[in-house]
């Protein structure tokens, strides 16, 4: 919210390809492309036309958006009502309204939430050949996610930020017998006991 220009930081300046959000929120949003879990989309309006509505606000291609349409898999879905559509393809198409436009920066938040395995897959697939091009944040509660995704992760716990590198150091495959999600629950563990624990890759 704070990268976003909602929520003015209470210290310091928050800039986005050079705009200071607080000063200049709708010139940084314009190099934001935002996926919020969870987000409202209009339930009576089908997905082409949803999807027309953000090409023609974010002044994307026509070819822009056919593009976003098969990156997201939405391509037999444009005739369906917005509201008829399951968790998991309204998740595909707020994806895809991110992603018109071409922003130089991608905010995502649980993006593949809902989401069949197979097409979770997909999309985790399509954020990593983001990497190189734009900056992509990424947002999600599943360490298996994020080192499946992720060059470099920061890990929070109650607000506070415990731990970062890159996901395959924080949550090494050759532990044995042990997920990802529990070594998340071990390094929280850890620096509960020990608040002086921190971890960090260059």
């Known amino acids: 919210r704070l990268l ?17 959000t607080r000063l200049e929120a709708f010139a940084a949003r314009r190099h ?10 209009y339930p009576d309006l089908t997905v082409r036309d949803f999807l027309e509505f953000a090409k023609t606000v974010k002044k994307a291609s026509p070819q822009q958006c056919d593009a976003v349409v098969a990156q997201c898999g939405l391509a037999e879905w444009l005739h369906r009502r917005i509201g ?27 993006p593949t939430s809902g989401m069949d395995p197979e097409m979770a897959v997909r999309m985790r697939e399509q954020i990593r ?15 298996t996610e994020a080192v499946q995704i992720c060059h470099r992760a920061l890990v929070l716990s109650q607000g506070r930020l ?19 999600e529990e070594l998340f629950l071990r390094l929280v563990a850890t620096t509960t006991t020990n608040p002086s624990v921190s971890t960090a890759s260059a």
Do not use: W
């Open 4 to 20: 976003c220009g909602y929520f003015p930081p209470t210290h310091g300046r928050v800039l986005i390809a050079g705009h200071d």
């Open 32 to 41: 934001i492309g935002y996926a919020l879990e969870g987000v409202v989309l």
């Open 84 to 110: 008829a559509l399951s968790k998991g393809y309204r998740q595909r198409v707020v994806l895809a309204q991110a992603f018109l436009g071409d922003p130089p920066m991608l905010i995502l938040d649980e």
């Open 129 to 143: 050949t983001l990497a190189g091009s734009r900056t992509v944040l990424l947002s999600t509660h599943s360490p």
């Open 162 to 180: 415990i731990a970062q590198g890159a996901p395959q150091e924080l949550f090494p495959h050759d532990v044995v017998s042990a997920t990802p």
